[in-house]
């Protein structure tokens, strides 16, 4: 029999998102994975010797899974970048004063793991493109110091490097100095899409490991040629690693696709063979009924992440209508939760509430907070490539689990009809996270990370960022702040090539009885 070396009990056990909720439930770890799933009684009696954690007060969940990140320990909106339309905030990102891979990514880790993220998905985007080898070490390193599993994902871009469409009306329409700076060549040795494919063969060969799952990130099918996305499709098939785009996140991008590739970005994507299970759309706010279908029959997978796409003015994506029509939808954090804090209990209650629908049904469906929970569990272990060994308390799976404070969250009373899975959408946080364990080792205990020291990583960002721009970087302030006013000025009249109403605000304004 093999040994159990830790038992973890909890008053009430969600084992997932499809069981009932367990009174007096705990769970047996032996190793890295989980051995037994039952009652506290029946589990200790089986188990003397093994160390107890965990009580009464608990709810003992599933570790938490973020679909879609990049690693980012200081925020965007920390660094410096304000909330906007996506086609311009882009723009402000590039301004940042560069901080430590190793630390912005340890200190991201940190926050994910104390609010119950067990497992986080990693775009990777490039501070030095010649340095990538390097960065990859350091994120992974970073990762595996925190003690969170990762599904690592380097991304690239060889497309529209400016704007959507056409990229030399854009280049000639401006000054000559500020065309000649953005058009110089990427330096020698930089990520490209010629050395992408076989730099992340050689990630894989040396970094893929069950705590480590290196996958593809092709930016987007706007950011990246055909010959690109193929490329990738065959090497991901070959390796059966997941690939993950971001796509249709933008009004601007529905009109990219109609206007340039005469049909939508699914639709492209499913000409040229690129739509299939290893593939996941982040964002997808855009998509058309028949949209909705091929990613349905294809496969095809997304992450929806609700507080990024109100903060930089993408809409309300129709995931649950998504999840109605079959496709496999995750939830992400995308670095830009509610609170910006990467509370992803917090963006979990975010998702469950935009999405009750009104209707004039009385006792029609909508999101329930059972599906949300399906969301960060199952279907993001799904999609990130872990769909047997992540996302429920079950014998066999890796042993990734999260106690919370449930006496704290319902404090000083909750009626105990409500479903735990309700109570922690419509009453928990990020701080009532007490234990967290990831492969079978305790990585937070007392809502305390026990890995690192993560004061010193913050005082080192802070200090890294707190610093005078260089005369070279405010250059490219004010070089960014002008190229903005030619973004503006190029989408102008975009939105009135494509048809909006009545469904391009939030609630229809067409009267409702004519
Ligand atoms: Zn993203």
Redesign the pocket.
């Known amino acids: 029999m093999p040994k159990v070396n830790l038992l973890v009990r909890a008053g009430q056990m969600v084992p997932a998102h499809d069981k009932p909720a367990f009174p007096d439930g705990a769970v047996a770890i032996s190793g890295e994975k989980i051995e037994a799933v039952g009652t506290y009684e029946e589990l200790s009696g089986r188990y003397p010797k093994a160390k107890v954690v965990g009580g009464q007060k608990f709810l003992l969940i599933p570790g938490l899974i973020n679909g ?3 690693g980012r320990g200081l925020t965007d909106f920390q660094r410096g970048a304000r909330d906007n339309t996506l086609e311009t905030w882009l723009l402000d990102t590039r301004k940042y004063i560069p901080v430590s891979t190793y630390d912005d990514i340890a200190y991201s880790a940190a926050r994910l793991l104390k609010a119950g993220v067990t497992t986080t998905m990693h ?1 990777h985007i490039l501070k030095d493109p010649t340095a990538y080898e390097a960065e990859f070490e350091e994120a992974l390193e970073a990762y595996g110091d925190a003690g969170i599993r990762v599904q690592f994902n380097p991304g690239v871009r060889n497309a529209n490097p400016f704007v959507y469409g056409d990229n030399k009306a854009f280049l000639d329409n401006l000054p000559e100095k500020l065309r000649s700076a953005l058009t110089a060549p990427s330096p020698e040795g930089s990520l490209t899409g010629e050395n992408f494919v076989q730099a992340v063969q050689d990630l894989h060969s040396r970094s893929n490991t069950p705590m480590s799952r290196i996958g593809f990130g092709p930016l987007a099918p706007q950011w990246c040629t055909n010959e690109l996305l193929m490329d990738v499709r065959k090497a991901a098939e070959a390796l059966q690693a997941p690939i993950h785009v ?1 796509a249709v996140q933008s009004i601007f991008q529905k009109v990219y696709g109609l206007q340039f590739l005469g049909r939508t970005l699914i639709e492209y994507m499913n000409d040229i063979g690129f739509l299939g299970p290893l593939l996941v759309v ?2 997808c706010v855009w998509p058309t009924e028949k949209d909705i279908e091929l990613l349905a029959q294809t496969g095809t997978a997304v992450t929806h ?1 609700p507080s ?1 796409n109100l903060r930089v003015r993408n809409g309300i994506s129709p995931a649950f209508h998504m999840l109605e029509a079959g496709v496999l939808v995750g939830l ?1 954090l ?2 830009k939760s509610i609170n910006d804090d990467d509370d992803i209990i917090q963006e979990m209650k975010v998702c469950f509430l935009l999405h009750r629908i009104p209707s004039l049904e009385l006792n029609s469906p909508h999101l329930t907070a059972r599906q949300v929970f399906k969301m960060v569990t199952e279907n993001n272990a799904s999609l990130l490539g872990y769909g047997e060994e992540l996302g429920r308390l079950e014998p066999g799976r890796y042993a990734d689990l999260v106690l919370l404070d449930y006496k704290r969250m319902g404090y000083p009373f909750v009626d105990p009809s409500h479903d735990p899975v309700e109570v922690l959408l419509y009453r928990g946080l990020g701080s009532h996270v007490h234990t967290v364990i990831v492969n079978g080792r305790i990585t937070v205990k007392d809502g305390k990370l026990l890995t690192m020291d993560e004061e010193k990583i913050g005082k080192r960002l802070a200090k890294a960022s707190s610093r005078q721009r260089t005369e070279k970087e405010k250059m490219l302030v004010d070089m960014m702040d002008e190229l903005k006013k030619y973004a503006v000025a190029y989408y102008k009249g975009w939105p009135g090539k494509v048809k909006t109403e009545p469904y391009f605000e939030i609630n229809s304004r067409i009267d409702a009885l004519k």
């Open positions: 879609h990140g990049h775009n971001h982040g964002h992440h990024c992400g995308d670095g």
